[in-house]
């Protein structure tokens, strides 16, 4: 039997063609390569919240929206005068307790 209830787990990493995204809650704590599985220490994202997620479509349109994103959305960061688009999200994961606790930015 399934668990039906609320979604209780704050760490997610949302894997796109290169890297991975480690989020707590809805902010950024780490950012790995996955080809190398180095960690980013000076990557963007770091220590910012996901400002939502965009969605492109083949006709060239996009749809906008809070929270975050689903496999096939792009992940969205902003700060003043900066903003990231990442590139698909082709997956959304569950970290080992053992990445969680080497978090480079905790």
Known sequence: ???EGQDRRIHRV???????????RETCVG???RDTGEWLARHFALNLPVAGAIKFFESGGLS????????????????QGRDLVTSSVVS????EVAVVSHYPSA
């Open 14 to 24: 949302f894997v796109t063609r290169n890297t991975e995204y480690h989020v707590r």
């Open 31 to 33: 950012v790995r390569n």
């Open 64 to 79: 906008a929206s809070n929270g975050l994103p689903a496999v096939g959305e792009s992940m969205y960061f902003e700060t």
């Open 1 to 3: 039997m399934a668990y």
């Open 92 to 95: 959304v994961e569950r970290p």
